[in-house]
């Protein structure tokens, strides 16, 4: 796989609390600089993201009921409605965890339907078509959660699952710490359960070459992070 393809699976992503104007300009520069699929903001950054980056190649994604997905659904579907008629061309919304932890996976199917149902016909109104990523945070969910969480996004119609926020705290039974980001099995397993013709996001934790190849080997076909240029200058054909 080329430096170039590889590229264009990268969503460049900065969501920290603390972003400002300018380094949002900057992450806009490098991704138009590296051909990158998007830059990944916090809504209030999207009207900025889709300025800079008209008529440019990377698209504008955003997160919605990010980091908890514990908003009601109304709320998400407003916000992503909003957003797509702000610029943005993709939506990484949360699902309702704690739905998927009790194993109601009607009310999570019913959650990202809503989204998906706003953006559509936001995206009509834009004359364009978004889509939609559903984070279901694998690190707060078993292999069957996962599975059925899964299925929930593709049977809504999103355009994609993902991995993780990035933001969650697991920890074990002692109260240690667990790994919250993009996991290889993880990866495995939902594209095992969604198909081949189904979007695949791994994001958290992909800091180097290294890590992005064993995820795209596992059935990744886009990446969120906050290392693309380091990921992109050191990856080797």
């Known amino acids: ?3 170039e393809e590889v590229c264009k699976m990268i969503d460049h992503t900065l969501l920290a609390a603390t972003a400002t104007k300018a380094q949002i300009l900057k992450i806009c520069q490098q991704a138009s600089e590296y051909s990158f699929a998007s830059v990944c903001v916090n809504p209030v950054w999207v009207p900025l993201a889709a300025k800079e980056l008209q008529g440019k190649t990377p698209a504008v994604c955003t997160v919605i009921g ?3 997905g514990a908003e009601k659904s109304q709320v998400k579907a407003f916000a992503a409605k909003e957003a ?3 610029g943005a061309d993709e ?8 739905a998927a932890k009790e194993g109601d996976f009607d009310a999570v199917q ?17 004359g364009k078509k978004a889509l939609v990523k559903v984070i279901v945070e ?3 969910l078993t292999d069957q959660e996962i599975e059925g969480a899964c299925l929930a996004a593709k049977k809504a119609g999103a355009d994609f699952v993902k991995t993780s926020t990035g933001f969650g705290t697991p920890k074990d039974a002692a109260g240690n710490p667990l790994p919250n980001g993009a996991q290889v099995r ?11 013709d189904m979007g695949v996001k791994a994001s958290g934790g992909i800091r180097d070459a290294a890590a992005a190849r064993a995820l ?3 059935g990744a076909n886009r990446l969120g992070c906050s290392a693309g240029v380091a990921i992109a200058e050191s990856w080797k054909e």
């Not at 939506?91 to 704690?98: A, K, L, S, T, Y």
């Not at 019913?110 to 834009?126: P, T």
């Not at 993880?186 to 969604?194: A, D, E, G, I, Y």
């Open 1 to 3: 796989m080329t430096k």
């Open 66 to 68: 990010f980091p908890l």
């Open 84 to 86: 797509v008629l702000d």
């Open 91 to 98: 939506i990484d919304m949360v699902i309702n965890i704690g």
């Open 110 to 126: 019913e959650d990202i339907a809503a989204v998906v149902q706003a953006v559509k016909e936001a995206g009509a109104q834009k």
């Open 138 to 140: 694998t690190c707060y």
């Open 186 to 196: 993880h990866v495995q397993l939902m594209r095992k359960t969604v198909g081949p």
């Open 216 to 218: 795209i080997e596992a």
